[in-house]
């Protein structure tokens, strides 16, 4: 299911949207925050966001720039000036669309459908970037790189493996065979040893990030992520 970011800051138009949006079966989220803006979007992770200019405090502009900064996916303007050099500097901040209001809301979901099969779709330039989160860490599995607000650090393929699974299962406990069978492969043999080792790396990257008691040992089980940080000041 894709994820549609809303940011609008007239709450009955913001709410037509949404309504409408939802109706074909994608998951919405609309901001109300203006002053956090980013910390939603990291928090929600959107595959598209519809973006007014006129916002509080920054416009649409600044904020796409940001998105830029964490992402690429498609952002499509919406807002009431019709002007020539607003659809500009909308395409030169980092926008891929503009539509400009009053608008009829198939228009806004034929172009969102655009922009999603231009990104994802089986046409696209590559295919959709896997990233696990939680509370503004992020795990980019197939580059193997964790990050922390503008931290980041390197990661072996064991210790990508690792902190997925840790991810995935959280707040469960990730068991010791379950993570066994993950490192195994069919030319090395994995004991209990090596993956204390794994863990102890891994408790070090996280440490790197300056994270600390992120995870946590489940004597007899295995391990459990131990979210430790305030995702809200690195967003």
Not at 8 to 29: N, Q, R, S
Not at 117 to 140: C, T
Request: proline share 3%; glycine share 6%; aromatic share 12%.
């Amino acid at each position: 299911m894709e994820k549609i970011m809303i940011v609008e800051d007239d709450p009955k138009l913001a709410g037509y949207l949404y309504d409408f949006i939802e109706k074909y079966g994608y998951d919405v989220f609309t901001v109300d925050d203006f002053e956090n803006l980013m910390r939603d979007f990291n928090q929600f992770w959107p595959d598209l966001v519809l973006l007014d200019i006129n916002l509080p405090r920054f416009d649409g502009f600044y904020w796409c720039r940001q998105i830029r900064r964490e992402s690429i996916c498609p952002v499509i303007f919406i807002s009431a000036r019709t002007g020539e050099m607003d659809q500009v500097m909308a395409l030169e901040n980092g926008g891929d669309d503009f539509i400009t209001k009053p608008f009829h809301p198939d228009v806004v979901m034929a172009k969102i459908r655009s922009q999603l099969r231009r990104a994802y779709g089986e046409y696209a330039a590559g295919s959709k970037e896997r990233i696990i989160q939680k509370n503004g860490l992020k795990l980019f599995p197939e580059r193997m790189e964790l990050r922390f607000g503008t931290a980041a650090v390197s990661l072996t393929k064991n210790e990508a493996d690792v902190i997925e699974s840790l991810m995935d299962r959280y707040p469960r406990v990730a068991g010791r065979e379950d993570l066994l069978e993950k490192l195994w492969d069919e030319h090395t043999y994995v004991d209990e040893n090596t993956l204390n080792v794994n863990m102890t790396r891994v408790r070090k990257k996280f440490q790197e990030l300056g994270i600390t008691d992120a995870v946590e040992t489940v004597r007899g089980a295995g391990y459990r992520l131990h979210v430790t940080w305030d995702g809200a000041e690195h967003a």
